[in-house]
Structures are given as structure tokens and as C-alpha cells.
């Protein structure tokens, strides 16, 4: 079982920039791919980010490609979203989540994929 915890979140004015991080229990997240995910109110849940289980490779919407930046530090058992050049439509609740993937580096857009989640953080982006 791997508990995951977000923070960072907050209210900022649009253009700043925040960066989210993602704490793990698991000792060996390195054996997870992991993502960021974001829902406002009344949205379905929306991919935002991925890295795979060496950082080898990530993956964004489009959205935010150029602005965001996935990292992780498996010696910390941490991921990171740095969100820069922040909009008021990024305001939404954000989640990590991790996905076991055993051996691949392959990073999954969807949601229902990963198999563990945070409780989130709240980002908002005043204009």
C-alpha cells in the first residue's frame, strides 16, 4: 500500500507560480510511474502530467506544456510539479498518483490506470 500526500497548493495571482509536491510512504517508489491530475467543480478529472518510474521520459497536456515541470527524487520518494507562467483556468484540486508498472518506463494518461492517490491540493489562480 503506498499513501501519498500533496502540498504546496494555495492562491496565487495569475502569472506566479507554485510548485506541488508529492510525499510517498513507499521506500521504493521507484517502482511506480507517477502522475499529476487535476479536477475543478463540475470537470471530470484531468491528466496533467507524467513521469515514468526512472524519470526517462514525461508526458503533459497540452495546456501546460512549456509552463509545468515534472520531476521526481526517488531518494526522497517525492514528485514535484513546478507550475509556472500559472493561468486562472489551472485552478483546480491537484493530485499525485502512482501507478505500478513493474519493470516499464511508460508513462499512462489515464486515470484509471494508477493505482494509488493523494487527497489533493487546492491551486488557485487569481486574475
Wanted: aromatic letters at 12%; glycine letters at 12%; charged letters at 20%.
Amino acid at each position: 500500500q503506498v499513501q501519498l500526500e500533496e502540498s504546496g497548493g494555495g492562491l496565487v495571482q495569475a502569472g506566479g507560480s507554485l510548485r506541488l509536491s508529492c510525499a510517498a510512504s513507499e521506500r521504493t517508489l521507484g517502482f511506480y510511474a507517477m502522475g499529476w491530475f487535476r479536477q475543478a467543480p463540475g470537470t471530470e478529472r484531468e491528466f496533467v502530467a507524467g513521469i515514468t518510474r526512472s524519470s526517462g521520459d514525461t508526458n503533459y497536456v497540452d495546456s501546460v506544456k512549456g509552463r509545468f515541470l515534472i520531476y521526481r527524487d526517488n531518494t526522497k520518494n517525492a514528485v514535484y510539479l513546478q507550475m509556472n507562467r500559472l493561468k486562472p483556468e489551472d485552478t483546480a484540486g491537484y493530485y499525485c498518483a502512482a501507478t505500478d508498472v513493474g519493470s516499464r518506463e511508460i508513462v499512462s494518461r489515464r486515470a484509471s490506470e494508477y493505482d494509488y492517490w493523494g487527497q489533493g491540493t487546492q491551486v488557485t489562480v487569481a486574475s
